[in-house]
């Protein structure tokens, strides 16, 4: 192995070889061609020693792209993803048969010359002189090297790795400039496990931990001989060699590495012919990439937790900068998924609705007080085949949810009873609550004035449904008039600021509008998690906070670790807690003995808010307990489904409600999430009940016309003045249809 002088420069076979860069030999040979002489010629004429010094010296060594690994918060992997398999290994996690392997088939004389082997050269030059045809080349292990970094730093850019790739005199007397300032740096061993690290082997696996894993599903150290003569075989054309699909070709190249091992002398004669005997013995693990992956039905999490981590600022200042840290990997996510949480999900979901349905339902639980996402699914699976969905209906749009998520009917209302009790508002408060009504006009909001302009009216379930009504009955049983007359009395302002203040938006990011229909009866889409998350601040008495779903980041680097800052949930006051006690109270008599009865918890304190939109295209339901909070919505992601006669998870149903269908759901998910679990209670207030010898008997008549299902039938409304509600043209939660599109539309429009 050549060494350098005292004084620090080159040897005298590195400093050959830097003269033999520019000249004729080392352009023909490097290139892999055999050049005419007028064109060698006129390289000499223009190289030299001072062209090739003004060559870039700095080797720009990216990172090397790894395979990334999501966990959930116990430690289990939910999904590997990467742009590139690799795992980075030291050279003593290497087995020494797979490094004598690839020198002796790739560079046999590697420890014994420099950046340039300059007796390869003029073997090279001459066969392929005498052949008339490239049939060799000249190229260092070193070299090599070289240009799998120009490959790597390219990424998926075909431009970039046609650059990086292309066979010219230019490129190749660059690679050989900075092969001498790797050989100088390095030195052997380095580059040695730096080109093990960076070589493809085929099968989407990069470095030789990959490859090792891929063909025998074992570590590169424990490669045995034949092993790593096969592997060291396919570098030099991973297609052509591939044994997975062409046995015999890559049989016949790993003996001819074995040859070549016997002949340098790595292994003996009848170490080679006995190891040439031996069958691949192959134990392919096929690639595992991507969410689509993901265990439990962890997959839409998954992509979340991906947008996340393109979305947010923490990890880089543009989203092409986060992109890139992403597809680089090596990271080790911890998440915030409970596993126990996250297979009750995809239980229930799975006991209740059929992927094959004409609607789809998603859920997702959030735990208060900390934001933290414990689970989150949906009855569609991830994918791109019929009856699957890469869209996350759990989520905003903005990180792979529809275009505005859901409207969310009744479940909106304790966000305006909040409002109200913060604006001092009696729980005892009653109004007359007729069957129907106009909408009371003017209502103030944050500016000027809604006017009720165009004769928009209001009316209950059914006509039985008459007050007066306090609070606590009104919630129950989720009477829209006795709420839009709430509204009316405080104002649309209140209702905005409390929504602000929970987060509660439309799937789209942006803010609700200043209506009626909007901030009384839910006529606009949010997603499964913004209702969990505001739903969670009732139980965590009145703190929200915004949710999460990464514990932390760590991130390897070549062979070194660092942790990443991630972002944490804010925690900030919503409301007083007697406020939040209240609207517990309140929302504790919907699974007692309202319309969310059926999804009622047995074996704790649990409260809820069922609902359901025009049409009946989506039915929600929204609950919690102390220390968990749950969203269920159920529909059609095209809001072209009216959820009327249909079969849903092989039971017919003549209506959906939002007690009949994503109430279980909701009951069977949290029930397996906290089993085991605490069982805290609320911290309740005494509302007094309504009197109970009222001459009108104000339930009399609540199910007709409903199917016996045990719910006592739902709740909400429609306002007559929607004459379509798959128009848009009555209200701001209308449906111009198709393509997870909702439109806005001009009017207070109405949601059941």
Same mark, same amino acid.
């Given at each position: 192995?050549?060494?350098?002088? *005292?004084? &620090?420069?080159?040897?005298? #076979? +590195? %400093?050959?070889? @830097?003269?033999?860069? /520019? ?111 490239? *049939?060799? &080349?000249?190229?260092?292990? #070193? +070299? %090599?090297?070289? @240009?799998?970094?120009? /490959? ?123 190891? @040439? ?476």
């Amino acid at each position: 192995m050549p060494k350098k002088r *005292s004084g &620090g420069g080159l040897s005298p #076979t +590195q %400093q050959a070889a @830097k003269f033999l860069g /520019v000249s004729v030999l080392a352009g023909a040979v490097l290139a892999g061609i055999a050049l005419p002489a007028v064109g060698a010629l006129g390289l000499a004429a223009k190289g030299s020693v001072e062209g090739f010094d003004a060559l870039p010296t700095n080797l720009k060594t990216p990172p090397l792209s790894q395979r990334t690994t999501i966990l959930d918060a116990e430690g289990g992997t939910i999904a590997t993803v990467y742009s590139r398999d690799r795992t980075v290994v030291d050279l003593k996690d290497i087995s020494p048969y797979m490094q004598k392997a690839i020198v002796a088939i790739e560079d046999s004389r590697f420890y014994e010359h420099g950046a340039i082997d300059l007796k390869g050269v003029l073997r090279a030059l001459n066969k392929n002189a005498r052949s008339g045809e490239v *049939s060799e &080349g000249a190229s260092t292990l #070193t +070299q %090599q090297y070289v @240009k799998n970094v120009f /490959v790597e730093e390219a990424g998926d850019d075909a431009t970039k790795v046609a650059q990086a790739t292309q066979q010219t005199i230019g490129r190749k007397i660059q690679e050989l400039k900075l092969a001498i300032q790797v050989e100088e740096e390095l030195g052997k061993k380095k580059i040695l496990e730096n080109y093990l690290n960076i070589t493809f082997f085929g099968q989407q696996a990069y470095g030789v931990e990959a490859a090792s894993q891929r063909y025998f599903s074992k570590h590169a150290k424990d490669l045995n001989v034949q092993e790593a003569a096969l592997l060291a075989g396919i570098v030099q054309s991973p297609s052509r060699y591939d044994p997975v699909n062409d046995e015999a070709e890559a049989t016949k190249r790993r003996n001819i590495v074995l040859n070549r091992m016997a002949q340098v002398g790595d292994i003996s004669p009848a170490q080679a012919e006995k190891a @040439k005997k031996a069958p691949l013995g192959l134990k392919v693990s096929k690639p595992k990439n991507g969410c689509i992956t993901a265990v439990n039905d962890a997959s839409f999490f998954c992509d979340y937790v991906h947008e996340v981590f393109l979305s947010e600022p923490v990890f880089g200042k543009t989203r092409k900068d986060r992109a890139k840290v992403w597809n680089q990997g090596g990271l080790t996510i911890r998440t915030t998924l409970d596993p126990q949480a996250q297979e009750s999900v995809h239980q229930s979901l799975e006991d209740h609705v059929n992927k094959s349905d004409s609607v789809a339902a998603a859920s997702t639980l959030v735990e208060p007080g900390t934001g933290r996402i414990v689970a989150m699914g949906q009855s569609k699976p991830y994918g791109y085949g019929k009856n699957e969905t890469e869209i996350n209906y759990s989520v905003d749009h903005a990180v792979g949810g529809s275009n505005y998520g859901f409207p969310t009917g009744s479940t909106f209302k304790p966000f305006l009873a909040a409002a109200a009790l913060e604006e001092n508002v009696p729980a005892t408060k009653e109004y007359a609550s007729p069957y129907d009504m106009d909408y009371p006009s003017p209502i103030q909001t944050c500016d000027k004035p809604w006017i009720n302009d165009k004769s928009y009216r209001v009316e209950n379930e059914n006509e039985s449904e008459v007050g007066p009504y306090r609070l606590k009955e009104a919630m129950a049983k989720s009477v829209n008039t006795y709420f839009v007359q709430m509204l009316a009395d405080i104002g649309l302002c209140p209702v905005s600021s409390m929504a602000d203040k929970l987060d509660v938006h439309q799937g789209n990011g942006d803010k609700l509008p200043q209506n009626p229909s909007a901030l009384a009866l839910g006529s606009v889409g949010m997603s499964p998690l913004t209702m969990a998350s505001a739903y969670a601040t009732f139980a965590s008495r009145g703190m929200h906070c915004t949710p999460v779903a990464i514990e932390s980041i760590t991130q390897k680097v070549g062979n070194k670790q660092k942790s990443l800052e991630v972002p944490k949930s804010t925690c900030s006051r919503a409301m007083s807690e007697k406020t939040a006690d209240s609207v517990n109270t309140l929302l504790q008599g919907v699974v007692d003995s309202g319309t969310g009865k059926a999804a009622g918890l047995s074996d704790r304190d649990n409260a809820g808010k069922t609902g359901t939109t025009d049409e009946r295209k989506n039915a929600w339901f929204v609950g919690y307990t102390p220390n968990m909070s749950g969203a269920v919505w159920v529909g059609s992601a095209s809001q072209k489904v009216e959820m009327k006669n249909i079969t849903i998870g092989g039971q017919y149903h003549d209506l959906v409600f939002g007690g009949a269908v994503p109430g279980p759901i909701w009951k069977d998910a949290m029930t397996g999430a906290l089993s085991g679990k605490d069982s805290p209670s609320f911290n309740l207030v005494d509302i007094p009940d309504e009197d109970k010898n009222k001459e009108k008997d104000k339930d009399k008549g609540r199910d007709k016309d409903k199917p016996d299902d045990g719910n006592n039938g739902d709740d909400e409304g429609f306002i007559a003045g929607l004459t379509d509600g798959g128009t848009g043209n009555g209200g701001p939660g209308g449906f111009p249809g198709g393509n997870l599109i909702q439109g806005a539309g001009n009017g207070p429009g109405g949601r059941r």
